[in-house]
């Protein structure tokens, strides 16, 4: 058993934060979170769902590979089959888990499963024997526990425990419980079940009542939970999970309450935010705790004094220690290749090849001549964009000329590739990027619908780069393109040819509890 005052962070945004629509990532960008994630500090990484699709088997194995320090989890429901693919995607790790789960509640049991609770006990017996046959470390989640039978419960968790399960993850997976009913449904669970010593206690809330966090925080204080899965900025179904950030900053802010020790290297944490936001296309709310834009900014006049005078007036931590720093300027027009590659390694980005290292820094080159003072967010935009390019290039970006005028409608000319060849297109448009969204559309015709448009600075003043989110609906398919440039027009049109792109690639995935 692990110290007992260890809350163990699993972090699950490659798995279930990957779940929410159109935040669906590819390979090189998972692992570039995890090595982020291990950066972090978090104790286990769910990695993906290996049963899903090849794409998701491809990126676990890769991240098995090359991740030494966090535990490398896949999940997979409660078959031989899911289980036998994710001990294959998980062989190469160095720490090996597998998550395997199978819903407890009438409901999905009748509706979802067609099951009898009998054939359900059985079902997650058998999974749990079958996973240990690969590794002794094994969880296992009742879906829909929340909304569970008590006794059922019971029956079907002493029997994963006899089975070898070694982590028992409770899972409020429609958002439905409350922290006092969370927390001691968990303290029942422990005091009824014989073996419930033998495994380590472990929460899994979503967040559709906005309890994520709190129920996660009673399950640990009144159910004696050692484990927190959460998803960094609280990504994941629906309206996410819990919010990783909140969970390790509480805990350490709040140690005389919780008397609890998180590994988490907190520094971290805004990097990690950031990087997540910016490879998903999901930005993060300004008034989000620890990572929101004004989660450390007092506006108000009797604020500012009161801080002046003494720090802990009206802050109870310091932005520097989850990782907030004034934009500091890192590298200029004059850099050259090595501070450029030494910065990337800093940042933690290793680029596949000296080829990709070369084309990012050529970027680079293209930016600082365009502006003076490059930050690292600036850097993991391009190396962002440089990533896509190599990596879903079916449409690729050229150039774009627009006009707009007061009183006329706005024209825009664009020219991209597709599939190597060079289109130019026109149109016109209610607004600059409606031109060239319609401009774009004259050749590609994907009858795609927008749902969403959102523009961001990359970092403060009007010299910042403008990062574009698209979120694009077809055929029930939701996807994410993400484009930055200094001009908004041109990462407008990045976005919609990278959001696009993720429509022409056929990474379609299963959902695990579909
Ligand atoms: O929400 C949920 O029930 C899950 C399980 C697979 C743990 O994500
Ligand atoms: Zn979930």
């Known amino acids: ?147 569970s039978d008590l006794d059922f419960l019971c029956r079907v968790l002493e029997g994963v425990i006899d089975e070898g399960a070694t982590t028992i993850n409770f899972a409020d997976t429609v958002g439905y419980g409350v922290p006092e009913m969370i927390g001691h449904t968990l ?24 309890m994520a966090v709190a129920n996660s925080l009673a399950a ?10 959460c998803t960094i900025n609280g990504l994941g179904e629906r309206a996410g999970n819990t919010a990783l950030e909140e969970i390790v900053m509480a805990v350490k802010t709040r140690r005389d309450h919780f008397k609890l020790d998180v590994g988490i290297d907190t520094a971290q944490i805004v990097p990690t935010s950031k990087l997540v936001s910016q490879i998903t296309g999901f930005a993060v709310q300004p008034n989000k705790a620890v990572v929101g834009a004004n989660a450390f900014a007092h506006a108000s006049g009797i604020h500012q004094d009161g801080i002046l005078k003494a720090r802990d007036t009206y802050e109870i931590m310091r932005a520097e220690d989850v990782g907030w720093s004034a934009n500091k300027i890192v590298l200029g027009k004059l850099s050259g290749r090595n501070a450029f590659k030494q910065r990337l390694e800093e940042l933690g980005i290793a680029l596949a090849s000296e080829a990709e290292v070369n084309a990012a820094f050529a970027r680079f080159k293209e ?17 962002s964009d440089e990533q896509n390019a190599h990596e879903h290039e079916f449409y690729k970006f050229v150039s774009l000329s627009q006009h707009s005028e007061t009183g006329e409608k706005p024209s825009a000319k664009v020219v991209f ?9 026109e149109g016109q448009g209610n607004g600059p990027v409606d031109a060239i969204v319609n401009a774009i559309e004259s050749h590609t015709a994907s009858g795609a619908e927008l749902l969403l448009f959102s523009v961001n600075a ?13 979120r694009l609906s077809k055929s ?19 976005a919609y040819l990278s959001a696009l792109n993720k429509l022409q690639s056929k990474n379609e995935k299963l959902n695990p509890q579909l």
């Not at 930016?367 to 190396?383: G, N, P, Q, T, W």
């Open 220 to 229: 640990v204080m009144i159910g004696g939970a050692r484990q927190i899965e």
């Open 417 to 425: 590739a597709a599939d190597g060849k060079e289109v130019k297109c």
């Open 1 to 147: 058993m692990p110290d007992s005052n260890k809350l163990i962070i699993f972090d699950t945004t490659l798995r279930d934060g990957e779940q929410s629509p159109g935040a669906s990532m590819t390979r090189e960008e998972k692992l570039r979170i995890a090595r982020q994630l291990e950066r972090l500090k978090v104790d286990v990484i769910e990695a993906g769902f290996a049963a899903s699709s090849p794409g998701d088997f491809d990126a676990i194995r890769a991240i098995a590979s090359t991740i030494k320090e966090s535990i490398i989890c896949s999940l997979s429901r409660a078959n031989e089959r899911d289980i036998a693919r994710a001990a294959e995607a998980l062989e190469p790790a160095a720490r090996k888990r597998i998550h395997t789960f199978i819903a407890t509640s009438p409901l999905h049991m009748e509706k979802k499963l067609r099951m009898s609770p009998d054939q359900v006990y059985e079902q997650a017996r058998l999974a749990v024997r079958y996973a240990r046959k690969f590794t002794d470390d094994v969880e296992f989640s009742p879906e829909d526990g929340s909304r």
């Open 458 to 470: 990359i970092t403060t003043g009007t010299q910042s780069q403008g990062e574009v989110t698209m």
């Open 187 to 210: 303290k029942t669970l422990r005091e009824r079940i014989p073996n419930s010593d033998k495994a380590v206690w472990s929460v899994h809330c979503h967040n559709d009542l906005g």
């Open 367 to 383: 930016l600082a001549d365009r502006k003076s003072d490059i930050f690292d967010e600036d850097i993991m935009a391009l190396v």
């Open 476 to 494: 029930g398919r939701i996807v994410n393109g993400v484009g930055a440039d200094l001009d908004i027009v041109v990462a407008s049109a990045k």
